[in-house]
């Protein structure tokens, strides 16, 4: 048995055959800004990023994760160099939207959704993500958008373009961290609990690392419990 065969697979939303640990592609983007701040490496190289990508491979791990903002596109392209080298079927390809918009008024307004979709599958050379992530919660003033853009993304499985609709947990849109006193910031959590029932994402992004001690332990905000969400349910096409 191969290691692309790993018993330790299993089979999750949208019939996506997942190993345990996945390969997380930020760092593949080399050094960049967004928004005002510095969010890449410079240290990064694109020939030891393809040995670590063809390594990771043949010790069975096939989830590759990437966003179209981590180098602006370069994590995605070296991604897709790779990609064209194994059969498509046996990597299962993740990327996000939401922290890039290019010329558009707001990078979940549909519009610029579809372009920045139609790029990263450029970029990862395959006509389909097996996962697409909304990448952040800010909707746009007054939540604008999140109506528009799930539709959106629903077509987009629709099309057969996307096979599961992922969504970062609880996080704080990442200028407001710099520019909003701690005090006043919004309650993450309720935020997230609030877009987790519009969006009704098949998979989840959560932040853990699992070398470092475990974080304190967090409750649920005043007046929420904690409960399984139920399934999504398939997009009406």
């Not at 240290?43 to 590759?64: P, W």
């Amino acid at each position: 048995m191969s290691a692309r065969q790993s018993p330790l697979r299993r089979t999750l939303a949208g019939g996506l055959s997942v190993h345990p640990i996945g390969i997380g592609a930020w760092a593949l983007g080399g050094p960049d800004h967004n928004l005002g701040l510095p969010m890449g490496w410079s240290t990064a190289d694109d020939a030891a990023s393809r040995r670590g990508l063809e390594t990771a491979y043949e010790l069975g791990a096939n989830l590759i994760d990437t966003a179209d903002v981590y180098g602006h596109g370069h994590s995605e392209r070296v991604i897709g160099d790779f990609v064209a080298t194994v059969p498509r079927d046996t990597v299962v390809l993740s990327s996000k939207v939401g922290y890039h918009r290019g010329t558009a008024r707001h990078a979940y307004l549909p519009t610029a959704m579809r372009r920045q979709l139609e790029t990263s599958l450029e970029n990862l050379r395959t006509d389909r993500l097996d996962i697409y992530f909304f990448h952040n919660a800010g909707f746009g003033p007054d939540d604008r958008y999140p109506e528009a853009a799930v539709a959106q993304m629903r077509d987009f499985q629709c099309q057969g373009l996307v096979t599961a609709v992922g969504m970062r947990g609880p996080h704080r849109y990442v200028t407001e961290r710099v520019t909003v006193a701690k005090d006043q910031r919004g309650d993450k959590y309720a935020r997230f609990a609030y877009l987790a029932e519009q969006v009704r994402p098949d998979y989840l992004a959560a932040r853990f690392n699992a070398l470092p001690p475990p974080p304190a332990a967090s409750r649920p905000p005043a007046g929420r419990t904690s409960s399984p969400s139920p399934p999504p349910s398939a997009p009406a096409c």
